[in-house]
């Protein structure tokens, strides 16, 4: 005789079944996700309600003291988040652009364009340090400076890039974009050669001009590369450290001190001030999350998904 | 007016000759097909029109003027994309309204025209969504909408109903006949489907290769076809051809048979044969005739009444009979004289084994 509750257990059996193997599947990631991201996350929210040093990092409880302070009393970190805002709008609104223009010049098949898309995105393969140490020297004020050469040579006088607060920064933007533009134009470009070639004839065809044809065709089917662009060039550049550290050092002044190397500073460098770091590291943490919502509450809906 | 001629037209694609020489009128009002097996070049030809792939050499003319370098957006040309090349991120209005804009057409002429054309083609309430959320005939409806709303000369569609399932496909054809009546103005169809070639077309161009193998109307193609090729191609089952002599071939069209138990009086070519293969198709019914010989043949009849292994004589009479030479090209009696194509018959009926 056909027995339900025989049928359910074998059903429930195999729906457990299918739960178990599939959560033992993505348990390694789970377990180095929680690892090396949420115990560090957990640890750091936990590190910000303290006073004290790498070696005693709880030393006394403060409370939300540390952020009243960051906002109130530090002198730097205010400075620093300004630093960070600018130097993100600058690099988001140049590199999106720049890839555009790029991935749109290079997509022309021409036998140039081969070369010089591997050359355009050579820098991407070089660690950022690299970089960073080549264009240090490019910027160099010294008699070895490139730039200053050539402008000398020209019979213009030396400037004095890096060492002065009104270029410093701009010299670490020009670098960050040259290093990445390369790879943001091959995604850009890879999208380009997608959209079908039918669609600008028939655009040629309802006399539709070629800027036209860009803003109102090309821009619209790049939207969700665009938007991906934004939101990794955003948080990436909340985060720039190393070519900053390499280059410039947070200096001349403070004028190119950024997130993350006031955090590196007060974490490691000045005593007692590891939990005021951690605190400055949960503001980094709260405006990327932040961005990120705010990016996907009022851009996705403009983005045209296939 | 909208009369396009080509004069002289090549085309290459690097060291590739896709058309060569060649010489066409497509006459004003006409709704004109060319048709012809895929790869023969006939979107290549529509693209000249349209001025997106502009001829090598030669000169393509509308109204006399020549339009072989003018831009496409100059043209007043519309056409209908194989795939329908909508644009894809935007609405079905902003679709339609995309050339009106180009052309800084004023907002109420702008509506007016799309609502009418909308209406017509059934388009109204999809108007503001995207062309992703509509259905593939919904689809090819504002690739057509697009096209009408830019009121041109000269219509070009390529494959327009190729990717629509068959019932669909029946009904657009009747619609676009049908807009083609209204609205006079010359059409431009390609398609490889010469059922589509001939149930639509005033004018059919047959093409093969590149080369225009015959220009005429679809009776003129059925009734006269210039070669084995054209013969063969429209009609369905294909013309049968049958070695004649040891230069010449011969044919029939499996509808022009008459399938019987005896010999009709009357009749040229008449051969016995054994049915192989029945196919009932409803209306009518198909059967492969095998010979003595070897040779099989196909017969469309509209009454069914044999079945196969049955035992039929098949008979041609002579004005159903095609000659053809050694190159597949068409032996007409005004060419040849009566005499000689009274051989050609004479030929024939003597294969006879009735
Ligand atoms: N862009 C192109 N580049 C190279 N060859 C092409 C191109 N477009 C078409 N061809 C060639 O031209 C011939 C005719 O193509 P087409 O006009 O598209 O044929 P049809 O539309 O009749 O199927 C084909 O042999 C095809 O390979
Ligand atoms: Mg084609």
Known sequence: MYNKNAERRRVLKREWKNWALSYAMILPAMVF???????????????????????????????????????????????????????????????????????????????????????????????????????????????YGLFNTILNAIGLKSVRWLDQPSTAMNCVIVMNVWKNIGYYSLIIMSALKAIPTEIYEAADLDSASPIRQFFQITLPMLSPQLFFLLITITTGSFMVFDSIRVMTNGGPGNSTQVLCTWIYEYAFLNNNSLGLASAGGVVLLLILVLITILDFRGLERKVHYQ | ????????????????????????????????????????????????????????????????????????????????????????????????????????????????????????????????????????????????????????????????????????????????????????????????????????????????????????TPEQIYHDPNNTYIAQFIGSPAMNVLPLDAENRFGFRPEAVQLTREKVDGARYCRKGVIQVREMLGSETLYQVAFADGQTVSVKMLNDQYRSGDHVVLNVGDNQLYFFDRDGQRIRRAAVGDAQYAALLQTAGGMSDV
């Open chain 1, 33 to 143: 996700f929680g690892l090396f991201c949420i115990y560090p996350l957990c640890n750091l929210f936990h590190l910000s309600l303290f006073r004290g040093n790498v070696r005693n990092p709880y030393k006394s409880f403060r409370g939300i003291q540390n952020f009243v302070d960051l906002f109130t009393k530090n002198p730097d970190f205010v400075p620093a988040l300004k630093h960070t805002a600018y130097y993100t709008a600058v690099v988001l609104v140049l590199l999106i652009s720049l890839s555009v223009l790029c991935a749109v010049w290079l997509s022309k098949d021409r036998k140039l364009n081969h070369f010089a898309q591997s050359a355009i995105f050579s820098p991407h393969l070089v660690a950022s340090i690299s970089c960073a140490f080549v264009w240090s020297w490019m910027f160099s004020s010294e008699i």
């Open chain 2, 1 to 216: 007016m909208g009369e396009i001629v080509f004069h002289q037209v090549e085309k290459s694609f690097g060291s590739n000759k896709v058309i060569e020489n060649l010489d066409l009128t497509i006459r004003d009002g006409t709704f004109t097909v060319l048709v012809g097996a895929s790869g023969c070049g006939k979107t290549t030809l529509l693209r000249m029109i349209a001025g997106i792939g502009p001829a090598t050499s030669g000169q393509v003319l509308m109204d006399g003027k020549d339009i072989t370098d003018l831009e496409p957006g100059k043209r007043d040309v519309a056409m209908v994309f194989q795939n329908y090349a909508i644009y894809p991120t935007m609405t079905v209005r902003e679709n339609i309204e995309f050339g009106l804009k180009n052309k800084h057409i004023p907002k109420e002429v702008r509506d007016k025209r799309i609502q009418e054309v909308c209406a017509s083609v059934g388009l109204t309430e999809y108007l503001d969504r995207k062309p992703n959320t509509l259905s593939g005939g919904q689809r090819q409806r504002i690739a057509l909408a697009r096209a009408m709303v830019k009121e041109p000369k000269v219509f070009l569609m390529d494959e327009p109903l190729s990717n629509l399932d068959a019932k669909l496909r029946v009904q657009m054809r009747v619609e676009l006949i049908h807009l083609h009546k209204q609205l006079k103005t010359t059409f431009v169809y390609v398609t490889h489907d010469q059922v589509e070639a001939m149930s639509m077309a005033d004018d059919i161009v047959i093409m093969d290769k590149g080369k225009i193998l015959q220009q005429g």
